[in-house]
Each structure stands twice: as structure tokens, then as C-alpha cells.
């Protein structure tokens, strides 16, 4: 069964500091993945998503993941970071045979000035 | 404004009573889901559908109900509300080619 692990809870981090999101996910086959934002008291916002190709894949607000098949990970970046990323962010994946897209539990960012 | 609109944003349910959370979507999408989001477990699943007339269930069922008689409405029903479904609930929705889904800005629901 398709699964997303994203092992840290809560990050925080320094505003202008780097910014690196775990996610690993479990699928027989090439997975769809994807990562969206949810700032509080808000619905989600997709940030990128890798299908097919080139395995760094760039998405809104600066931020870009690489997909990784060996690893079976597929990690969030932002080279720095910006009082207003604070949020959660929830990775996921889609099983094409399923039709489920499945989240992981999320990672809630602090930023500090 | 294009996009997925859910009613009501707020509701206090009494147990056992019964409610329909509304969900529509004017993009013709095919593809609707339910989640519900609860602290520490991230969203699940709780039914989704492929287009009218067709749905099925995902990862956290029981005690919800859904129907698909038009592309654009995909309600969820509570049939006799439960403390432990207290959470805030999110209507998502995608084309068939797109699998980047657009999700609506959530129902946050409490059962006394």
C-alpha cells in the first residue's frame, strides 16, 4: 500500500537560513508526488509536484524538491527562508491505480527572526 | 471565482444528530475527495470520487456517506455525529489529466 513518511514534526529555523523537508514515501510503482502548504486557519496550497523527467523539480514561493527513486525520498528546499513560509507542509503521493492521494503527517515550520 | 466552495466553514453538531457538509467545484473536474484533518495524522481520506455516479471509499469510512449526482456537488453526510468526529474537513478536486488537486478552504466541525 502506498504511504508518506515525513519524520519531523515541528523544524525551526532562522529567517534567511536554509530550509530542508523530509518526506519519504513507500509505492510499487513511479509515484506521483507532490507537496503543498497550509497556512493557519487556511485550506492547502499545492507548492510543486514531480510526474515524470527531470528529478529537481522547481515550484512556487522558491522552493524546489528532488526526487530521489533510490532513497525513495522526495525532499522540500528553499535556500532562504522567509518569515511568511511559516507553516505546515504536507507531502504527498498519488497511486495512479488507487486513485488516493495519500499525505503524509506534515512538518510545521517556525521561523525566527 | 473558480474553485472549490464548502459550506458551512463552521459547525457545532450535537451527538447523534445528522448533517450534510456541502461541497461544489465550477472547474468540471472529475475527481473529488474528502478529507478530514485531525493534529498529528495529517489528512485522510475519508471517500472520493471518479465522477457522477461513482464513488468509493478511502482510508477512514465509517460513519460518513457521499453521493456524486452532478460533477460539481459531492456532499458528505454524517448520519448520527460522533465526538470523534470532531475535525476540519476538506473537499478537493482535480481533471483527470492534472493530478495536482485544488482543495476547498475547509469545514471545521465539532460534536459535543
Known amino acids: 500500500a502506498q504511504s508518506v513518511t515525513q519524520p519531523d514534526i515541528h523544524i525551526t529555523v532562522s529567517e534567511g537560513a536554509s530550509l530542508e523537508l523530509r518526506c519519504n514515501y513507500s509505492?510499487?510503482?513511479?509515484?506521483?508526488l507532490f507537496w503543498y502548504v497550509q497556512s493557519p486557519g487556511q485550506g492547502l496550497q499545492l507548492l510543486l509536484k514531480?510526474?515524470?523527467?527531470?528529478?529537481l523539480v522547481q515550484g512556487i514561493k522558491g522552493f524546489e524538491a528532488e526526487f530521489k527513486r533510490s532513497q525513495s525520498s522526495f525532499n522540500l528546499r528553499k535556500p532562504s527562508v522567509h518569515w511568511s513560509d511559516a507553516a505546515e507542509y504536507f507531502c504527498a503521493v498519488y497511486g495512479g491505480a488507487t486513485n488516493k492521494l495519500i499525505f503524509g503527517t506534515g512538518t510545521l515550520l517556525a521561523v525566527q527572526p | 471565482n473558480a474553485g472549490v466552495t464548502q459550506t458551512p466553514k463552521f459547525q457545532v453538531l450535537k451527538t447523534g444528530q445528522s448533517m450534510t457538509l456541502q461541497c461544489a467545484q465550477d472547474?468540471?473536474?472529475?475527481?473529488m475527495s474528502w478529507y478530514r484533518q485531525d493534529p498529528g495524522m495529517g489528512l485522510r481520506l475519508i471517500h472520493y470520487s471518479v465522477g457522477a455516479g461513482i464513488t468509493d471509499q478511502g482510508e477512514v469510512p465509517n460513519g460518513y456517506n457521499v453521493s456524486r449526482s452532478t460533477t460539481e456537488d459531492f456532499p458528505l453526510r454524517l448520519l448520527s455525529a460522533a465526538p470523534s468526529q470532531t475535525s476540519v474537513y476538506f473537499c478537493a478536486s482535480r481533471r483527470g489529466n492534472n493530478y495536482g488537486y485544488t482543495f476547498g478552504s475547509g469545514t471545521r466541525l465539532t460534536v459535543v
Open positions: 472547474m468540471n473536474h472529475e475527481y
Open positions: 514531480y510526474f515524470s523527467g527531470d528529478t
Open positions: 509505492y510499487g510503482a513511479t509515484p506521483y
